[in-house]
Structures are given as structure tokens and as C-alpha cells.
């Protein structure tokens, strides 16, 4: 028997939940569809070895929005994040460190230790980037003005330019370098050192497959600075339970409000009936009936694996193969049998709560791009540890740890024709012989591990080319243009078709905006066709 619902939603990730919440919420009987076992997308907690527990691909908390997190109930349901002491460590080369974080006075007192212009020039530094990221924080709950759209076009963004007019000139040509400007070119406009550049050039290739030197990826620094702690801007902490807590709440939130979860569930096909979509189709053959159907998978799978031939204009398909995903992420989960002694700080402390980033200079990340575009990978990894144990005690036995690694840059294809798979063990040694450089023990200290090489986050997580962002969050891939543009308010090229993912507006990181803002679209249309049908 063929099951009809207002809404069939493809992926449990968290914006596929929080889309899911919202549209309930308003009276919509919502089904979502899951091809795991688990909810959660890439935001998932899971035993990797015995008694050993872990994010397994996003793996800290600053980008989720305050509303959703309110609107959702998130806190009263064991919603709960630490946020870290420091932002970030950096071993450097010459066996010194530097600590970003905890603090202005803190951060200047490090910054002197390599210059005293750096240190005296962060405030202003900081005002500059808290400007624009107030802009951007303004913009992420709100749908791209979207081409095509006629009078609407005009008024949603002279609406949504209204902020960005406001601002001074000098802030207005921050604006323009941050999202123009390589990450080199504008940390070099205001720093003298390279540790310091590098302590900020780093968010500039987190799931970010580009060298430092690449123009716009000045923007991506910015990207990850927009989040929130606990009401603190520009924090980043650790939710207890790790990142699967966060989804687990959603789900056990969307079902107290009629939302039906199907685990084991892909999808072969989106149904397609004159134009307008009309289901989906699961790999079992079960056929589930909506008049809308709402993609949190990728814009490259869903238009390029979920559609027969014909369903999707040949002009929408060649710009969707021409858009760019692959972010040259490897990840990788180790179970530890003690902390890590690096060699310029070797006894326990708050840089072990930190984001422990080997990547010393912008020109060690750019070398690390260079060799990954020849050879397949870096010689010398990016790598960030984090070690969540250190202050959530229900990830591993009593004194073990897990650490999470997060290296950049891996090809997203290996050239030659290789296969990850079976090249995924000689990179992973090279991602662990980078860390026992700076920490002499750690390969000893490994209990057990869980590799992810691009094909593999592909292969398990369904991102394509292992793109933790769907997509890369270029200037030609962002806002309206996000996916492309003329479909940038969430919704597809065929009536009834949304999508609620990291490839649409803001991008990726866990933000829940994408599922929030294309509901609220959903609704809009719903309420419009309801007052149509009503003749009103």
C-alpha cells in the first residue's frame, strides 16, 4: 500500500532533522528517509574500538545557530557543550609554540613572544572580522534574494543589503578583500609573523581542498569564525557525548512531533510525474507519495544519482557537474593509551583541550596543497587533534583517551588512477608519523583507529568527493549562487523539489540554517497554494 505524506525528506543529517522539526511543527506530516542504520549524517557519535568513542566525521560545536537550538528545545533534552579553554596550540618548527585564545590579553601576551605589532594590532584586527562576521551572522537565517524571481528578487536584497550598506567604508573594503583576497594576501595586509598568520590562515583550508594562496580563500577564514558558545562569539567547544548527541536529540525532538524516521531506507529515485516530483522510490522498492521532496543529500548526488535520465533539464545538469566538491578532507579516529607529550610542552594541560593544529606556517599549508595536487597527498600533513576526552570521560575507559584527527590535503580522486582504498594505510601512516614528529610516542600510545579517506567519508557518509561542505564554498558557489544560480532560495529545478543541506545557503559546518531557512521556503509555498486553492 502506498504511503502518502506532505513531505518526504532524504537524509537524517542534522539540517534534514531540523528541516523536518519545523515543517511538523506547522502541521506537516513529515516522513524522512535515512540509508544508515543511525541518524545524523556526518554528525554522529560511534564506537570505533571496544569501549572507544567518538565524532566520527564533524567533530566540534560553534556553528549552530542560537535559534535552532532554542526553537528545538535542545538544553532541556541533555543539550550540553564545553567550551575550550584556548582556541587552538601550534607546535612550531623551532620547537616553541603558540596559543591562540582565552582570552585578548592572553592571545597578545602570545602573539609578543613572536611580535610586538601583531600583538598591538589584534584588537583592531578582531573589530575587523567581528564587522563582517556580524553581517554574515545576520544573513545565515535568511533565504538569498534568488535570480529569476522578479520584483521579489529586488526587494529580498535590497532587504538583505541593508546591513552590508550600513557599514563603514573601511569595513565595506573588508568585506571585499575577505571574500576576493587569497588568505595569504589578507593576513599579510595586517601581520608580520608567520606563526600568527598561521594561527589564523588555518580556518582558511579546513574542508577547504585550495592552498592559502588561492583567491577567496581569504572567505573561508571568515566562515568559521560567524559561530557561538554559549552566547560567546567566535567560540568553539566540545558537546558532551559528542557530535551524535546533538543529532540524537533532534531525532527524539522530531518524533515527540509526529515526524516518522526510516533507518536502512536509501533512496533509488525520485519519483517524477509531469514535471513535478512526486515521491521517492527506496532501493527496496517501496514507493513513498509527497508533493514535495526535500534533499539534504548533496546537490552532486541528488542531480547526478537520484533523477532518470530526462527528469532534470540537460542545461541544470552540465552547471551541476560543473560545480566543485571535494574539500581534501582525511579523518581519522585514534584510541589512545595516554595524552600525547609534545615535545615543546610535553605535561598534561589546556592545550590538550585545545585544537592542537600541526601546520606551523602558511607556506607548510601550501606545500601541503602542492603535493596532494601531484602526488595524492601531502607529505606533510595539516593536521588538528582534538582530544574530547579530556573533558568528556564517557568516550573512553579511565585513563585512555580518543583523539580525532582532521587532515587536509588529500586529493579527492588520487591521480594515476589509484584507488583509496587501497592507498588509505600508507596515508594514515604519513598523517601519524607528522604528529609523532612534534609528540615522540604517539604511533606507541594507539590502541586502535578508524581511517576515513575521501572515497571513504563518500562511501560511509554519502559526501561527495568527501567534501564535508557539499560543496566548496568558493565566491562562485555562495549565497544565491548556492547551488546555482536561479535556484539558490532551496529550491530545485522541478515544482515541488527543495534542498536543505550544506550545499545551499550558509554551506557546511554544523549550523542547522540550511534546514531551517528551507522550511520556512516550504512554508511559504505552502501558504501560498493554500490561499490559491482557496481562491483567496
Given at each position: 500500500m502506498t504511503q502518502k505524506y506532505d513531505a518526504i525528506i532524504i537524509g537524517a543529517g542534522h539540517n534534514g532533522l531540523v528541516c523536518a522539526f519545523y515543517l511538523a511543527r506547522a502541521g506537516l506530516k513529515v516522513r524522512i528517509v535515512e540509508r544508515r542504520?543511525?541518524?545524523?549524517?556526518?554528525?554522529?557519535?560511534?564506537?570505533?574500538?571496544?569501549?572507544?568513542?567518538?565524532?566520527?566525521?564533524?567533530?566540534?560545536?560553534?556553528?549552530?545557530?542560537?535559534?535552532?537550538?532554542?526553537?528545538?528545545?535542545?538544553?532541556?533534552?541533555?543539550?550540553?557543550?564545553?567550551?575550550?579553554?584556548?582556541?587552538?596550540?601550534?607546535?612550531?618548527?623551532?620547537?616553541?609554540?603558540?596559543?591562540?585564545?582565552?582570552?585578548?590579553?592572553?592571545?597578545?601576551?602570545?602573539?609578543r613572544k613572536f611580535s610586538s605589532h601583531d600583538a598591538d594590532v589584534l584588537p583592531e584586527y578582531y573589530d575587523a572580522l567581528e564587522g563582517v562576521a556580524d553581517v554574515l551572522r545576520n544573513l545565515a537565517l535568511k533565504s538569498p534574494p534568488n535570480l529569476g524571481d522578479g520584483i521579489k528578487t529586488l526587494i529580498d536584497g535590497a532587504l538583505q543589503g541593508r546591513n552590508l550598506a550600513k557599514l563603514s567604508l573601511s569595513r565595506k573594503r573588508d568585506v571585499l578583500e575577505l571574500f576576493t583576497k587569497s588568505a595569504r594576501n589578507f593576513l599579510d595586509s595586517w601581520f608580520d609573523s608567520e606563526a600568527v598568520k598561521a594561527a589564523f590562515g588555518f580556518d582558511a583550508v579546513v574542508g577547504n581542498y585550495a592552498s592559502p594562496d588561492t583567491p577567496g580563500s581569504a572567505y573561508v577564514l571568515l566562515h568559521h569564525v560567524f559561530g557561538e558558545v554559549n552566547g560567546k562569539k567566535g567560540a568553539w567547544g566540545h558537546c558532551i557525548g559528542g557530535m551524535g548527541t546533538i543529532t540524537q536529540i533532534m531525532a527524539k525532538v522530531c518524533r515527540n512531533a509526529g515526524v516518522q524516521i526510516s533507518l536502512e531506507a536509501p533512496v533509488s529515485r525520485v519519483l517524477v510525474n509531469g514535471g513535478k516530483v512526486a515521491g521517492v522510490r527506496l532501493e527496496s522498492g517501496e514507493e513513498i507519495v509527497a508533493p514535495r521532496v526535500i534533499a539534504n543529500v548533496g546537490p552532486k548526488i541528488l542531480y547526478e544519482r537520484m533523477f532518470h535520465e530526462g527528469d532534470i533539464a540537460p542545461e541544470f545538469l552540465r552547471r551541476i557537474?560543473?560545480?566543485?566538491?571535494?574539500?581534501?578532507?582525511?579523518?581519522?579516529?585514534?584510541?589512545?593509551?595516554?595524552?600525547?607529550?609534545?615535545?615543546?610542552?610535553?605535561?598534561?594541560?589546556?592545550?590538550?583541550?585545545?585544537?592542537?593544529?600541526?601546520?606551523?606556517?602558511?607556506?607548510?599549508?601550501?606545500?601541503?596543497?602542492?603535493?596532494?595536487?601531484?602526488?595524492?597527498?601531502?607529505?606533510?600533513?595539516?593536521?588538528?587533534?582534538?582530544?574530547?576526552?579530556?573533558?568528556?570521560?564517557?568516550?573512553?575507559?579511565?585513563?585512555?583517551?580518543?583523539?580525532?584527527?582532521?587532515?587536509?590535503?588529500?586529493?579527492?580522486?588520487?591521480?594515476?588512477?589509484?584507488?583509496?582504498?587501497?592507498?588509505?594505510?600508507?596515508?594514515?601512516?604519513?598523517?601519524?608519523?607528522?604528529?609523532?614528529?612534534?609528540?615522540?610516542?604517539?604511533?606507541?600510545?594507539?590502541?586502535?583507529?578508524?581511517?576515513?579517506?575521501?572515497?571513504?567519508?563518500?562511501?560511509?557518509?554519502?559526501?561527495?568527493?568527501?567534501?564535508?561542505?557539499?560543496?566548496?564554498?568558493?565566491?562562485?558557489?555562495?549565497?544565491?549562487?548556492?547551488?546555482?544560480?536561479?535556484?539558490?532560495?532551496?529550491?530545485?529545478?522541478?515544482?515541488?523539489?527543495?534542498?536543505?543541506?550544506?550545499?545551499?545557503?550558509?554551506?557546511?559546518?554544523?549550523?542547522?540554517?540550511?534546514?531551517?531557512?528551507?522550511?520556512?521556503?516550504?512554508?511559504?509555498?505552502?501558504?501560498?497554494?493554500?490561499?490559491?486553492?482557496?481562491?483567496?
Open positions: 542504520d543511525i541518524v545524523g549524517g556526518a554528525a554522529v557519535t560511534e564506537e570505533f574500538h571496544p569501549g572507544f568513542r567518538n565524532s566520527v566525521a564533524s567533530y566540534t560545536v560553534s556553528l549552530l545557530q542560537p535559534k535552532v537550538i532554542d526553537d528545538m528545545g535542545l538544553v532541556d533534552h541533555g543539550y550540553k557543550v564545553v567550551e575550550r579553554p584556548i582556541s587552538n596550540f601550534l607546535p612550531q618548527e623551532d620547537g616553541g609554540y603558540l596559543k591562540l585564545g582565552g582570552g585578548l590579553e592572553r592571545t597578545q601576551a602570545e602573539f557537474k560543473g560545480f566543485k566538491a571535494g574539500s581534501g578532507t582525511f579523518r581519522m579516529n585514534v584510541a589512545l593509551s595516554e595524552l600525547p607529550r609534545f615535545t615543546c610542552l610535553p605535561a598534561p594541560g589546556e592545550h590538550h583541550q585545545s585544537g592542537i593544529i600541526i601546520a606551523p606556517t602558511l607556506d607548510y599549508m601550501d606545500r601541503a596543497f602542492l603535493d596532494a595536487k601531484s602526488d595524492g597527498w601531502s607529505k606533510q600533513p595539516i593536521v588538528e587533534m582534538l582530544i574530547p576526552s579530556t573533558v568528556d570521560d564517557s568516550l573512553a575507559p579511565d585513563g585512555q583517551h580518543v583523539a580525532s584527527l582532521f587532515c587536509q590535503q588529500f586529493a579527492p580522486e588520487l591521480p594515476d588512477g589509484r584507488d583509496w582504498d587501497l592507498e588509505e594505510d600508507k596515508a594514515a601512516d604519513t598523517i601519524i608519523d607528522t604528529v609523532e614528529a612534534h609528540a615522540p610516542g604517539f604511533r606507541a600510545s594507539i590502541l586502535g583507529q578508524q581511517i576515513l579517506s575521501p572515497q571513504g567519508l563518500e562511501r560511509k557518509l554519502g559526501l561527495a568527493g568527501g567534501d564535508i561542505m557539499h560543496g566548496n564554498m568558493s565566491l562562485d558557489q555562495l549565497w544565491s549562487a548556492r547551488p546555482i544560480l536561479g535556484n539558490g532560495s532551496y529550491r530545485g529545478p522541478l515544482k515541488g523539489l527543495y534542498m536543505c543541506g550544506a550545499g545551499t545557503h550558509p554551506g557546511g559546518g554544523v549550523t542547522g540554517a540550511p534546514g531551517h531557512n528551507c522550511a520556512h521556503e516550504v512554508m511559504a509555498d505552502q501558504s501560498l497554494w493554500t490561499r490559491l486553492r482557496r481562491g483567496s
